[in-house]
């Protein structure tokens, strides 16, 4: 069982072209609520964050809602986002997760939140917030 937190606000997944820069914004003032990750490749960067940082240049994929798992997943352990992943994919809820070093995050559309946690729930985590 996992320890699920709802992160608050919406999120957006966005892609800038490749070679762009990233706006100021992104970085600045982050609440210690907020959650940003960029991913450079050399077909784009990806940049996930709270909707209202989202940079105007980009495509964006906007109202998703972040879940972060609560306590730090050790670095070696396996099987962690696929405990949150699988129930996901079995309620037919879309997700699209990232990991840092302390911990994972998943994104689920804000329209299926409902769904998403349920099927966490009966799966034996637990969602906080």
Do not use: K, N
């Not at 809820?93 to 769904?115: K, M």
């Amino acid at each position: 069982m996992l320890d699920i937190a709802l992160l608050p606000g919406e999120y957006a997944v966005c892609r800038l072209a490749a070679g762009s820069t990233l706006p100021y914004a992104l970085s600045s003032g982050l609440g210690c609520a907020d959650v940003v990750t960029v991913s450079w490749t050399a077909d784009g960067i990806s940049v996930i964050c709270p909707t209202e940082r989202a940079p105007a240049q980009a495509v964006v994929e906007t109202v998703w809602r972040c879940l972060r798992v609560v306590s730090p997943v050790d670095a070696v352990g396996t099987g962690t986002l696929a405990a949150l992943v699988d129930p996901l994919t079995e309620a037919r809820v879309s997700v699209v997760t990232f990991s840092t070093f302390d911990t994972d995050y998943l994104l689920v559309p804000a329209v299926r939140l409902t769904e998403g946690t349920a099927a966490l729930e009966r799966a034996g985590h637990r969602v906080l917030g």
